[in-house]
């Protein structure tokens, strides 16, 4: 049975008595997009509530049909009407999208929506009902890159945030998660919290926040709470776990942060972002791994996020192994994190040695927590990828897959505000698709050319496949401007570099067939994304060719430190290309520097 859309824009919409403010929401959202697509709305009228989720109707009243097992949100056909239905408002605001997708409204996370309007609307849809592949589909994104201390910085990322709010509701998502590191001094960002709550998305908090659960200012009357390193106790790592005094500081610390997160069920609770770990070695600790003390600290803290409460614990660089002696508690769960893998290739991709052990450790994880695991990936992660275009469609689509199938739970990814959206876009969206259907993902390319250079999407679809392939060569193993230091993996980057730049020419004829079917500002600015990925490459290259000669290495640094030059004044880079390119430039330039002391 099919429902007659247009008919019902012009009939009633049933919205329950007691509709808090998200289903309120709901229905103003999709009363709006009714009048857009059909040039009528419907009479709004309320009934009685009853149980089982929220629910509106559309010239219907009366129970909402019960979901069926996994099902999060659907649309029933009724006799002459519709019921949309959710098991919480932010599934039915998930219901009121798809019904208006299918009758062809088009989302963008810039904000360009493509609204049919009457007369090109498709007025008879199908009933629907999705069961998402992953319960927790998330977006992440740090702090400190909101500059939320610099107010006029602040206020000129807000608007591209509020659009991509939108964006994240319109496309299924369930929350966003908010990174606090160890200089943040906030846990969320109060400005989007409206936004966040008008759409029932939760706000997640955490993040490598040992800083704030282990204070340290503590160092100087219990320095005993602090681990055990080579030159003594230090307030510069994580907590000592074999101290009970450590983890009640801990466990009062998560409580407080949880009060200041009144609507974030969870906690994200990660060591510090180091790559030495910071972990204890006193004789209490010596015999529990990273990934065992990481835990300890986790279990310590589940008490205080009550029966509906997560705790996270972070499988990320020196803990990326299961634990081997502490088992979680049973509101723990795992976030697997596999930031240097390598994204040239599907995780699952039998051909990649990189990968493997990657895989071997989610499954260890999988068993190991009960299932309890989800996986934050970082197909958006500018800094990663060093700003440089790296377009993932393919391997997204792959991997989404095969954690599905794997047993995952959950997906977040990273992002960094405008500048993601520029720079891997692709990524994003076939993200956002695939984390609610796997099989959605290989799609998105296409829809995603066409609304995003119009006639030139052919040329430009040919083009992302051959820049994947180019690029493929850097992202073979964590971070594009930290190349491994082992002599023989780095001269197969080299080479690999060196080969895809050559095609450099092939890319350039590409993108200008794309500006001779269809000049555009999108496609300019493709060719300055372009320019600066050569030049990043280039000196990658080359450092790993002369590293050897320090004045020909700092030149090569140097033309790292000026290709950002040019990208910083685009406006489509957004605050973190204006601001932050350039600061993980040169800690990157530092970090090549150290490599040849």
């Not at 006029?152 to 606090?180: H, S």
């Amino acid at each position: 049975m099919t429902l007659d859309l247009a008919a019902l824009a012009a009939g009633t919409l049933v919205v329950p008595a007691d509709a808090g403010d998200a289903v309120a929401f709901a229905a103003d959202e999709l009363t709006a997009y009714l009048g857009r697509l059909f040039g009528r709305v419907p009479e709004r009228r309320t009934a009685p509530a009853p149980p089982g989720g929220a629910w509106l109707g559309l010239g219907a009243a009366g129970p909402a049909p019960a979901l069926a097992a996994g099902s999060e949100y659907a649309v029933h056909a009724r006799e002459n009407g519709a019921v949309l239905v959710g098991r919480r408002p932010r599934a039915l605001l998930a219901a009121v999208y798809a019904l208006l997708e299918s009758a062809g409204c088009r989302w963008s996370p810039d904000g360009r929506e493509e609204i049919p309007g009457p007369g090109r609307a498709r007025p008879r849809v199908s009933p629907l009902e999705v069961r998402p592949a992953f319960a927790r589909r998330v977006w992440a994104a740090d702090l400190a890159t909101w500059h939320y201390t610099v107010p006029d910085r602040l206020a000129a990322r807000l608007p591209a945030d509020v659009a991509f709010v939108d964006w994240m509701a319109k496309t299924g998502a369930t929350g966003l998660l908010f990174i606090r590191h160890a200089n943040d001094t906030q846990w969320h960002v109060p400005e989007l919290a409206p936004e966040l709550r008008r759409r029932d998305l939760a706000i997640e908090g955490g993040g490598h926040a040992l800083v704030e659960l282990m204070p340290r200012e503590l160092f100087a009357l219990h320095p005993e709470y602090f681990p055990l390193g080579a030159t003594g106790r230090s307030d510069l790592g994580n907590v000592c776990v074999s101290s009970p005094g450590a983890l009640a500081v801990v466990r009062e610390c998560a409580r407080a942060a949880r009060a200041a997160l009144p609507d974030a069920p969870d906690l994200h609770l990660w060591g510090l972002d180091l790559f030495g770990g910071g972990w204890c070695g006193c004789d209490g600790c010596a015999a529990l791994t990273p990934s065992d003390q990481s835990l300890a600290v986790c279990n310590a803290a589940a008490d205080t996020v009550g029966d509906d409460g997560r705790i996270f614990h972070l499988a990320y660089h020196d803990t990326l192994a299961p634990p081997a002696s502490v088992r979680p508690h049973p509101r723990v769960w795992a976030e697997f994190a596999p930031r240097e893998r390598c994204y040239a290739h599907a995780i699952d991709d039998a051909a990649c040695t990189t990968n493997a052990r990657y895989r071997a450790a989610l499954e260890a994880h999988v068993a190991c927590f009960d299932g309890r695991v989800d996986v934050f990936e970082y197909y958006g992660d500018a800094i990663l990828f060093a700003g440089c275009a790296v377009p993932l469609a393919a391997v997204v689509a792959r991997d989404l897959a095969y954690y599905r199938a794997a047993g995952v739970q959950g997906v977040s990814c990273l992002v960094f505000g405008r500048y993601s959206l520029w720079a891997y876009g692709l990524n994003v969206e076939t993200f956002a698709r695939g984390a609610v259907s796997p099989d959605l993902a290989p799609a998105v390319r296409e829809a995603y050319c066409a609304r995003r250079y119009g006639p030139a999407a052919a040329p430009m679809a040919r083009y992302l496949d051959a820049l994947a392939r180019l690029t493929a060569a850097a992202v073979t193993n964590g971070d594009v401007l930290l190349p491994p230091d082992d002599v023989e993996r780095a001269e197969t980057v080299r080479l690999g570099l060196d080969a895809a730049l050559r095609e450099a020419p092939a890319l350039r004829r590409l993108l200008a067939a794309a500006t001779a079917v269809c000049p555009s500002d999108a496609i300019a600015a493709e060719e300055r994304l372009l320019d600066y990925t050569l030049a990043v490459l280039a000196a990658v290259r080359d450092w790993l060719g002369v590293r050897a000669d320090t004045a020909a290495a700092e030149r090569a640094i140097a033309a790292v430190l000026a290709a950002g030059q040019d990208v910083r004044v685009l406006e489509v880079a957004g605050t973190w290309g204006t601001y932050d390119l350039e600061i993980t430039h040169h800690f990157f330039a530092e970090a090549l520097r150290a490599r040849k002391r």
